[in-house]
C-alpha cells in the first residue's frame, strides 16, 4: 500500500517569504510522486510530478520539490510567497504499475500581506 | 482543448433520489477517475477506467453507487438512492496513458447536497 502524509493542514507565510510545505511518502515500491493545487471552487491543477528522472523537480508558478529517498519526503518550495499562491496544496502518490492516485489531506496555504 | 467537462456544477436533492454526475474526459485520454472529496475523508478514488473498463471499484462506498463508462467521451456516476452523507465534491479526472507516472487531469467538480 501507498500513503503519503502531510504534515501541517494550515500554514501561514507573509508575502515575499520561503513557502515550505512537508510531504513524507510511504512505499514498497518506487514511487512516482505528485503537488497539485486547487484553488477555491476549482478542481486539482499538477504543479508538478516526480518520476524517477531528476530528483529536483520544477513546476510550474515558481514552484519546486526535492525528492528524499532516505527521509521518504517531496517538500514543496518557493522562494518568495505571492498573495496568488492562497490554494489548498495536495501530495500524491502512485507506483507498483498502478497509476491510482493516492493523495495526503491536504495543506492550506495562506499568505499574509 | 476544453479540458475534463462535468456537469452539473450543483445538484441540490433529496434523500431518497437518483442522482446522476456526469464527465467527458479529455479528447484522447484513455483513463478515466471518479473521485470523492469532502472535509471529513478529504480525496477518495472511487473508481477508474482503462479505455473504458472498470479497473478498479474498490473505492465505491457501496451498492447505491454505479459507474459507466459506454464509450471513449463520456462516463456516469450514478447515486441511488441517495442520502445526506453523500453530499460532497464529485471530480473526475482523465489521464493520457495508463501508467503511474501519468498526471491525471482534473474537471472543475460538481458539489452535490443531499437534503
Known amino acids: 500500500a501507498q500513503s503519503v502524509t502531510q504534515l501541517g493542514s494550515h500554514v501561514s507565510v507573509s508575502e515575499g517569504a520561503l513557502v515550505l510545505l512537508r510531504c513524507n511518502y510511504s512505499?514498497?515500491?518506487?514511487?512516482?510522486l505528485f503537488w497539485y493545487v486547487q484553488y477555491p471552487n476549482q478542481g486539482l491543477q499538477l504543479l508538478l510530478k516526480?518520476?524517477?528522472?531528476?530528483?529536483l523537480v520544477k513546476g510550474i508558478n515558481g514552484f519546486e520539490a526535492e525528492f528524499k529517498k532516505s527521509e521518504t519526503s517531496f517538500h514543496l518550495t518557493k522562494p518568495s510567497a505571492h498573495m496568488s499562491d492562497a490554494a489548498e496544496y495536495f501530495c500524491?502518490?502512485?507506483?507498483?504499475?498502478?497509476?491510482?492516485?493516492?493523495f495526503g489531506t491536504g495543506t492550506r496555504l495562506t499568505i499574509i500581506p | 482543448d476544453a479540458g475534463v467537462i462535468q456537469s452539473p456544477r450543483h445538484e441540490v436533492t433529496e434523500m431518497g433520489q437518483e442522482v446522476t454526475l456526469r464527465c467527458k474526459p479529455i479528447?484522447?485520454?484513455?483513463?478515466l477517475f471518479w473521485y470523492r472529496q469532502t472535509m471529513m475523508r478529504g480525496l477518495e478514488l472511487l473508481i477508474y477506467?482503462?479505455?473504458?473498463?472498470?479497473?478498479?471499484d474498490s473505492g465505491m462506498p457501496e451498492d447505491r453507487f454505479s459507474a459507466k463508462m459506454p464509450n471513449a467521451s463520456f462516463s456516469t456516476l450514478k447515486i441511488q438512492p441517495s442520502e445526506p452523507r453523500d453530499s460532497a465534491v464529485y471530480f473526475c479526472?482523465?489521464?493520457?496513458?495508463?501508467?503511474?507516472?501519468?498526471?491525471?487531469?482534473f474537471g472543475q467538480g460538481t458539489r452535490l447536497t443531499v437534503v
Open positions: 479526472a482523465s489521464s493520457p496513458r495508463t501508467g503511474a507516472n501519468t498526471e491525471a487531469f
Open positions: 477506467f482503462n479505455n473504458n473498463v472498470p479497473i478498479d
Open positions: 516526480y518520476t524517477s528522472a531528476a530528483t
Open positions: 512505499s514498497s515500491v518506487p514511487p512516482y
Open positions: 500524491a502518490v502512485s507506483g507498483g504499475g498502478n497509476e491510482k492516485l493516492t
Open positions: 479528447s484522447g485520454h484513455n483513463s
